[in-house]
């Protein structure tokens, strides 16, 4: 079983998008667990119009005094974990577009790793890349020193296994994706697969 886990917070421009792109790679097993902190557009609404009993919304609200913005994102996805129960676990962004083969693909690598971490592409709302892959074939692994843009979440899946080591997040924490990477190259067979999957 396959778990996605999205944090959500007003992310009504490409949600659908998103969704659509996601949904139709899962089997009628699998799940999409949403954690929404606090959406005041049509986030929800829209994410609800699917009526599909594989998406799951839990709600995540706090006051936001004086903590940086990628804090709330970091404890939004540490929602959507503990609420995820599959064996296989995929993060996404609430404005990422999956490409057509990533789960098949990733979910052929966890047969023997335990954590893929797949290049990516950053494109405008009209799909078109504005950049070359963000790795360009430069990942280095257990490259610790390097606090930000080592592993993306969107780009990440891994098994179920892991999560002993990545919950609960540090409390200190500030980037999630970078913590879950580091605990997958840590503590599990991790592996860097130079396709542009999101």
């Known amino acids: 079983m396959i778990s996605v886990c999205i944090a959500t917070h007003n992310g009504e421009k490409y949600i659908k998008e998103q969704l659509d792109s996601i949904i139709c790679q899962l089997s009628s097993e699998d799940e999409v667990i949403i954690s929404d902190d606090g959406s005041t557009d049509a986030t929800l609404e829209i994410i609800e119009m699917y009526n599909d009993p594989r998406i799951k919304v839990y709600t995540m609200m706090h006051t936001r005094k004086g ?3 990628h804090y709330y994102v970091t404890m939004n996805f540490e929602n959507a974990l503990k609420h995820a129960i599959g ?3 995929f993060l996404s962004d609430q404005d990422d577009v999956w490409v057509s ?6 979910m052929e690598i966890l047969q ?3 954590m893929v971490l797949h290049n990516l592409q950053c494109v405008g709302g009209d799909l ?3 950049n070359k892959n963000i790795y360009n074939n ?4 257990k490259n610790y020193l390097m606090r ?3 592993h993306y ?3 990440l899946a891994f098994k179920r296994k892991l999560l002993q080591y990545i919950l609960p997040f540090p409390k200190r924490l500030v980037l999630h994706d970078f913590w879950i990477g580091i605990m997958g190259e840590c503590f599990g067979k991790f592996v860097f697969l130079d396709e542009t999957l999101t």
Do not use: E, H, L, W
């Not at 083969?101 to 990733?106: I, L, P, Q, S, Y």
């Not at 430069?138 to 692994?141: L, P, W």
């Open 67 to 69: 903590m940086k913005s």
């Open 87 to 89: 064996d296989y676990i």
């Open 101 to 106: 083969n990533k789960v098949d693909t990733c």
């Open 112 to 114: 023997n790793y335990d």
């Open 128 to 130: 078109q890349p504005f």
């Open 138 to 141: 430069n990942f280095r692994y």
């Open 148 to 150: 930000r843009g080592k």
């Open 153 to 155: 979440g969107c780009a």
